[in-house]
């Protein structure tokens, strides 16, 4: 039996290289050997405020970014969120068999709602359409970064809830995917390396986008702070920001971290940060000559509309079944 694999990125601002590193770039391995699904997940970004033509502009240029990193259409399904209602559905029934009290306790909860003015009902029930997004497709296994981690927790809470409520494997339990720190699992910010990389942070300094030019990586990776000493090794506790520019380069240039330690032995910071931004340049040259393709009128709408006609049915399987042992009425035709 082929693995189900689901996971969703937000189109909340523009793609990092932590989004590339931690999550993009296992997509396309894993979509050599498992049947993939890769949804822009445009109902999450509206739990917080979104100006609509952003918001618009972002969801295509999102899934632009999943086939320019090497998502085949014809491999893996991509597509919007919101273009299958039984996202939305599910995401309600669900929350009538979560609590308050796990939802509260989420930290990406209390982190987001401590920087915004208000917060929506969405922002918290948040994790409640996540686990919607993944059980309605009967996953096997999820890949994304750490930060995620409680989340899937949750969404695997919440299916063994009710199919011990029912006696019957109405969801499949699904795993994580998530790759260790040193494999790209999370990346820091540049400018403060005890924050992950976040697209939607408010000061882009700290962020290296997907679709960043040339001399903007070069400034930014310049202006990255880096610890005291001279010495570059690894020390994910004492040496943070070095170790997460280490490990940048080390998925980015395909060399160990040893090997990087070995050939910047004595050479002090500046060589090694000119080097690393060439390297980043060049990981997301290629990604950036795809985008700029991608983004002829008409190409990604035919991708998202083929995906929409391949995940409906499946989505619509797992609805049904539920509403069904919930007790729902089926449609009624006259
Ligand atoms: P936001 O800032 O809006 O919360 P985000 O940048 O955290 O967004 P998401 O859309 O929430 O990105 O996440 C998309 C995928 O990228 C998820 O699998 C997430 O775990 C992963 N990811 C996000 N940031 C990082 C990071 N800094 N390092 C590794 N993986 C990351
Ligand atoms: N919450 C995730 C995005 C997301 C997701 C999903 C990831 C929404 N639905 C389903 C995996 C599976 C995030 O903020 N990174």
């Not at 990193?69 to 669900?94: N, R, Y």
């Not at 882009?204 to 930014?220: E, F, S, T």
């Not at 520019?245 to 032995?265: F, G, H, K, N, T």
Request: proline fraction near 6%; include cysteine; charge should be negative.
């Amino acid at each position: 039996m082929v693995k189900r694999v689901f996971s969703g990125v937000q189109p909340s601002g523009s793609l990092t290289i932590g989004n590339y590193l931690g999550a993009l770039r296992n997509f396309t391995k894993l979509q050599h050997e498992a049947e993939c699904l890769f949804c822009v997940v445009d109902l999450h970004a509206l739990t917080v405020p979104q100006d609509p033509k952003e918001l618009y502009q972002r969801t295509l240029d999102v899934a632009r970014i999943f086939v320019a990193c090497g998502i085949d259409p014809k491999l893996a399904t991509v597509f919007i969120q919101s273009h299958v209602p039984a996202h939305a559905e599910m995401s309600w029934l669900l929350e009538c068999s979560s609590y308050v009290g796990e939802l509260r306790r989420m930290t990406q909860y209390k982190e987001k709602s401590s920087k915004q003015e208000v917060v929506t009902a969405g922002l918290f029930t948040y994790p409640v359409l996540m686990a919607a997004d993944i059980l309605l497709y009967q996953t096997d296994e999820v890949p994304v970064g750490e930060d995620q981690k409680q989340h899937l927790e949750l969404a695997r809470d919440i299916a063994i809830r009710v199919n011990n409520r029912f006696d019957e494997e109405i969801f499949k339990v699904p795993e994580p995917y998530i790759p260790p720190k040193i494999a790209g699992g999370r990346i820091m910010n540049l400018q403060d390396p005890t924050e992950k990389m976040s697209k939607s942070a408010e000061n882009p300094r700290g962020n290296i986008a997907i679709l960043d030019p040339p001399d903007a990586i070069q400034q930014k990776i310049r202006s990255a702070v880096t610890d005291s000493g001279r010495e570059i090794y690894y020390d994910e506790e004492n040496k943070a920001a070095i170790s997460n520019l280490m490990v940048i380069y080390s998925l980015c240039s395909d060399q160990s971290l040893e090997e990087i330690q070995e050939r910047y032995a004595g050479s002090g910071y500046g060589q090694f940060k000119k080097d690393l931004a060439e390297v980043v340049v060049e990981t997301l040259r290629p990604i950036q000559e795809r985008f700029e393709e991608l983004s002829r009128p008409g190409v990604i709408e035919a991708i998202l509309a083929q995906g929409r006609k391949k995940a409906e049915p499946l989505a619509l399987a797992t609805l049904e079944r539920f509403q069904d042992r919930l007790g729902l009425l089926p449609l009624l035709r006259s």
